[in-house]
């Protein structure tokens, strides 16, 4: 696990025979570019992760409709990048973007909308604002408490962002009482 430089030995190779084999805003061509853009962002190198992510939100905002998931992902990706970076705002305008294609495109219990939640609340933690937070960590949660298994990991991350926004918010009992729930479920799960 983690061996990047093999990962991305194999995605580029994939990209070059993507590159000879189709059309230039060919999707299976953005999905490529993606893959290569998580490597860069697992491995911490934020402009070569932005550069590829960039390159597949060019070919799918060509060559799908704009309500496709794949744009959504797309924003989702680079919003997370710039929140790795510390610019929050950036991540907001990319997540937003994400969130406001996935409301249109899913279904309102679908767990991507509740991971585009998690993100917006993420950021909203990191900046210090915890109400917004807490509004968005919610929403996510009750998503995942209705689509998703009782012991299900989302779910136990979801009741952990929750205690750790009001731990940071100095409501230590309220704080205890999401972490003891997150912790149940990963006793469970793991």
């Known amino acids: 696990m ?3 430089s093999k990962a991305l ?3 580029e190779k994939a990209l070059k025979i ?6 230039p805003n060919h999707p299976s061509l953005a999905t490529s ?3 290569i853009g998580q490597v860069y962002k697992n491995m911490g190198d934020y402009s070569k992760a932005l550069e590829y992510y960039e390159k597949a939100l060019k070919i799918r905002e060509k060559a799908l409709p704009p309500s496709h998931p794949d744009l959504a992902s797309s924003f989702s990706c680079i919003g997370g990048v710039y929140s790795n970076m510390g610019d929050y705002s950036k991540a907001l305008e990319y997540y937003e973007k994400a969130l406001k294609i996935r409301e249109k495109a899913l279904p309102p219990n679908h767990p991507s909308l509740a991971t585009s939640y998690g993100n917006i609340g993420q950021v909203y933690s990191n900046m210090g604002d915890y109400s917004k937070a807490l509004e ?4 996510a949660l009750k998503i995942f408490e209705k689509a998703l298994p009782p012991n299900h990991p989302s779910l136990a991350t ?3 962002n929750i205690g750790q926004v009001y731990k940071n918010m100095g409501d230590y009992s309220k704080a205890l009482e999401y972490y003891e729930k997150g912790l149940k479920i ?3 799960a793991l």
């Open 186 to 188: 990963f006793e469970k």
């Open 2 to 4: 983690g061996d990047y």
């Open 158 to 160: 979801s009741y952990s």
């Open 18 to 23: 993507f590159e000879k084999a189709l059309p």
């Open 136 to 139: 968005y960590y919610e929403k």
């Open 33 to 35: 570019y993606s893959n």
């Open 9 to 11: 030995e194999y995605y």
